[in-house]
T-cell receptor, first 114, second 114 residues
Framework: AQSVTQLDSQVPVFEEAPVELRCNYSSSVSVYLFWYVQYPNQGLQLLLKYLSGSTLVKGINGFEAEFNKSQTSFHLRKPSVHISDTAEYFCAAQQTDSWGKLQFGAGTQVVVTP | DGGITQSPKYLFRKEGQNVTLSCEQNLNHDAMYWYRQDPGQGLRLIYYSQIVNDFQKGDIAEGYSVSREKKESFPLTVTSAQKNPTAFYLC?????????????FGSGTQLSVL
C-alpha cells in the first residue's frame, strides 16, 4: 500500500508570484505519480504525471513537477500564477501494477489574490 | 463530445432510504471508478470495475453497492447502511484497455442527508 501526504492544506499567493505545492509519498513498490486540479463544484483534471524517465515533468497551464526518489517527493511548481489558478490541487500515487487505483493526498487549496 | 456524465448534480437522502447515483461514459473506456470526497480528506476509492459484470471493493465499500451491466454505465447505490453519506461523489474512467493510467472524471454529485 502507498500513502500520499500534502504538506500544506492552504497556500495563499499573490498574482504573478511563484507557487510550490509540496507532496511526499511512501510506498514499498514502484509508483506512478500525478497532480490533479479541481475547480469549485467540478471533477478533477490531470495536470501532469510521472511514469518514468526524466524527473522533471511539464504539464498543462505552465505547471511542472520534479520527482525526487531519494526524498520521495513530487512537488508541483508554477513560476507565475494567475487568478484563474485558484483551485484545489491533489497529489496522487498509483502502484505500477494497480491500474487506475489511485491514492490521493488530502489536497492543497491555492488562493490567488491580486 | 466524449466524456463522463454524472446525475443528478445534487441529491438528498432521507433516513433509511437507498439512493442511486448515475454515471455514464461515452469514451469507450473499460475501467470505471467511484470516489468519495470529504473536505480535508482528499478522495477515497469506493468501488471499481475493470470489465462488464465484474467489480471490486475499494477502500471504503461498506454501505455502498454497484453494478456494471453495460460498459458505458456504472451506477452507485448508497444504502441505508451507510450512516454518514453526506459527501461529494466522483465517478471516473480510464482506458481504452486496462493499462491506461490517466483518469477522466465526471463533474460529481453532492449527496446530502435530510
Amino acid at each position: 500500500a502507498q500513502s500520499v501526504t500534502q504538506l500544506d492544506s492552504q497556500v495563499p499567493v499573490f498574482e504573478e508570484a511563484p507557487v510550490e505545492l509540496r507532496c511526499n509519498y511512501s510506498s514499498s513498490v514502484s509508483v506512478y505519480l500525478f497532480w490533479y486540479v479541481q475547480y469549485p463544484n467540478q471533477g478533477l483534471q490531470l495536470l501532469l504525471k510521472y511514469l518514468s524517465g526524466s524527473t522533471l515533468v511539464k504539464g498543462i497551464n505552465g505547471f511542472e513537477a520534479e520527482f525526487n526518489k531519494s526524498q520521495t517527493s513530487f512537488h508541483l511548481r508554477k513560476p507565475s500564477v494567475h487568478i484563474s489558478d485558484t483551485a484545489e490541487y491533489f497529489c496522487a500515487a498509483q502502484q505500477t501494477d494497480s491500474w487506475g487505483k489511485l491514492q490521493f493526498g488530502a489536497g492543497t487549496q491555492v488562493v490567488v489574490t491580486p | 463530445d466524449g466524456g463522463i456524465t454524472q446525475s443528478p448534480k445534487y441529491l438528498f437522502r432521507k433516513e433509511g432510504q437507498n439512493v442511486t447515483l448515475s454515471c455514464e461514459q461515452n469514451l469507450n473506456h473499460d475501467a470505471m471508478y467511484w470516489y468519495r470526497q470529504d473536505p480535508g480528506q482528499g478522495l477515497r476509492l469506493i468501488y471499481y470495475s475493470q470489465i462488464v459484470n465484474d467489480f471490486q471493493k475499494g477502500d471504503i465499500a461498506e454501505g455502498y453497492s454497484v453494478s456494471r451491466e453495460k460498459k458505458e454505465s456504472f451506477p452507485l447505490t448508497v444504502t441505508s447502511a451507510q450512516k454518514n453519506p453526506t459527501a461529494f461523489y466522483l465517478c471516473a474512467s480510464s482506458g481504452p484497455g486496462l493499462r491506461d493510467e490517466k483518469l477522466f472524471f465526471g463533474s460529481g454529485t453532492q449527496l446530502s442527508v435530510l
